[in-house]
């Protein structure tokens, strides 16, 4: 039976076969190590010094930071996991630095359903920030989103002929806009298709947020478009958030990755309309269409 050093050890050489170096700066180690608490359920200072090669002072400075967060529980001598909770919520910058590889080859899919002149909403989330990177080169594009990041990427690199229209609203942990402001002005709204990123999403609660005024912020942005596509990497299978944004059945598109378990391919390719999973390491797509066989990749048309 492996131990959980060991799966921490396997972990961090995989981190540095990766990059070439252990987790270095104070993001990328906090983020290790709130992934390695959320599967694990715990952690050892000690064995958190060994992994990272770092001072036993500055480990507990990082568990201090996440838990003054709410992001973990300090115990004697190492961390537990709280995020049982549904209200769970990391922010935008422990988020960036987790499954950076995903969400880039989610985003680089998402982004060639993108077709010049068109209008678009843009929901909060690290993934869809990574989108959004992406899309500042294409022509004509009219981009409403009520994530600042989103926004603010727009703003400073993309095109001088694109439009960016920022909902307004009260801000969450996770830099997105939301609240009764955000839904007014985004019901006036209309767009080609929505691109949305997600907390967790669940054959039974379908898609879901740990903030409940971001689902109803969600929801508005949901009926502002034809077409709805969404965007989570394979960690978020499984994981239920306080609030419902939308069935699995309403995405007429869902871009995930590899890393997915092979046993959840079935139930997701059942229930959305199309599942694309990009391969991690070569970013080469797999497209099942509602369950009736694969394609070679997603389709840029409208539905």
């Not at 090669?53 to 930071?65: C, E, K, N, P, Y």
């Not at 689902?215 to 034809?226: K, M, N, P, Q, V």
Request: hydrophobic letters at 40%; proline letters at 4%; a neutral charge.
């Amino acid at each position: 039976m492996r131990s959980k050093q060991t799966d921490l050890d396997t972990e961090v050489t995989s981190i540095i076969t990766a990059s070439g170096t252990r987790p270095a700066l104070a993001r990328q180690r906090q983020a290790f190590i709130l992934e390695t608490v959320r599967e694990q359920g715990g952690v050892r200072v000690g064995d958190l010094v060994r992994a990272l090669g770092v001072s036993d002072m500055t480990v507990r400075r990082d568990l201090d930071f996440l838990h003054e967060r709410g992001l973990l529980e300090k115990v004697h001598g190492g961390a537990a996991s709280i995020e049982g909770s549904s209200k769970f919520e990391p922010g935008f910058t422990i988020k960036s630095a987790m499954m950076e590889r995903e969400k880039a080859r989610i985003a680089e899919a998402a982004a060639t359903l993108v077709e010049p002149g068109t209008a678009i909403a843009v929901s909060a989330g690290t993934t869809t920030f990574a989108l959004a990177r992406r899309l500042v080169d294409i022509p004509g594009l009219t981009v409403v989103t009520n994530s600042v990041p989103v926004a603010d990427v727009l703003y400073k690199d993309g095109r001088s002929d694109q439009t960016v229209i920022l909902s307004g609203g009260v801000r969450t942990p996770s830099d997105a806009l939301v609240g009764p402001f955000a839904v007014e002005v985004i019901r006036s709204l209309h767009v080609d298709t929505v691109f949305m990123g997600v907390h967790g999403m669940d054959p039974r609660s379908g898609f879901t947020t740990p903030n409940i005024l971001e689902a109803e912020t969600d929801r508005a942005l949901i009926a502002a478009g034809r077409r709805l596509v969404l965007l989570a990497d394979h960690t978020k299978w499984g994981v239920i958030g306080i609030s419902s944004i939308c069935r699995l059945e309403e995405a007429h598109a869902l871009i995930t990755d590899s890393g997915l378990d092979p046993a959840s391919i079935g139930p997701l390719a059942a229930a959305v309309r199309r599942l694309v999973i990009v391969d991690i390491a070569t970013g080469e797509q797999r497209t099942i269409d509602g369950g009736r066989g694969m394609a070679s990749g997603p389709t840029g048309g409208r539905e």
